[in-house]
């Protein structure tokens, strides 16, 4: 298999580090002497053929930029037939034997059937949520997190003026890595994820009970958006205990800003993979880390995994969140 011409491109929902990746497969890209094209928009921008041709300073000064420079979109023309097969064409017509696709599994079925047709794949994950099954990490996290951590450091300090309850809910689709991650790391009163069965009385109310009976006077409830809105929740508080919750949804501002430096150093290991991988024969992959170590697996492999919050978060967050004295 001879890799003469690759294209590079982000779909699904953006996430900080994405620029980082892109510069990487262009970068080594140029490193080989392969030709690099950025397609626009996603999926969409194969089947119309929206590409330009990529240099060294397509990509100079993106590594600390958030969003993606090549756009993102998330494409139904490319989940029928006829849309992979004109995708395909202009493959075959610009010259392009493999694609670097960057973004969650959505992204990953798309190049799984463009790889049906003979094109080359490999995908890198890049989501704020975190929740690709096949990798410890995905691009955009880190920075999702910071992003979230710091508004709900500012959110408590006015919740701790006015004595107050705050129900603050976070991004993650159906998935509670960040909302786990950040309500930790902010030391929450409680943190729901759809990942555990919620009992409210015992989750919610009595943790409030707890904490207002050791004297804390604010209180903040962080909430993952696939364990229920933020309003309901506060309403549920409003009609159990002599609170009046404040309610924040953090939504998108989750996804922007400038990428800390694990996002950048990741996407850029990962962009540096995809294209090794690619030189090496390889097809139909996706790059993952596990703890520390990068390899990567199938992509039909990858979609089937499962991926849970670790137990021992769970147990965690019991002892952060309860008051035993
Ligand atoms: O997958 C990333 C994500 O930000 C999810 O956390 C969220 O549920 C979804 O995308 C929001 O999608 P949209 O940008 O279409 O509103």
Known sequence: MSVKRIGVLTSGGDAPGMNAAVRAVVRTCLYHGIEVYGIRRGWNGLIHGDVQKMDASSVS????????????ARSKEFMTEEGQLRAVSTCKFLGLDSIVAIGGD?????ARALSKYGINVVCIPGTIDNDICCTNYCIGFDTAANTAIECIDKLRDTMQSHERCSVVEVMGRNAGFLAMYVGLAVGATAVLVPEKEIDFEKDVIEKLRQARLHGFTHYMIVVAEGAGQATDIAQ?????IDLDPRVTVLGHIQR???PTGRDRVNATKMGYLAVELLLAGKTNRIVCTHNGQYTD????????MKKDIQEME????????GYHS
């Open 297 to 304: 697996v199938d992509i039909d492999e990858g979609l089937e």
């Open 61 to 72: 000064r993106t590594i600390n930029r958030g969003g993606t420079i090549l756009y993102t």
């Open 314 to 321: 769970i147990d965690l967050l019991a002892a952060m969140t």
């Open 256 to 258: 922007g800003g400038s």
């Open 236 to 240: 549920k508080i409003r009609d159990s």
């Open 106 to 110: 959505g992204t990953f079925r798309g």
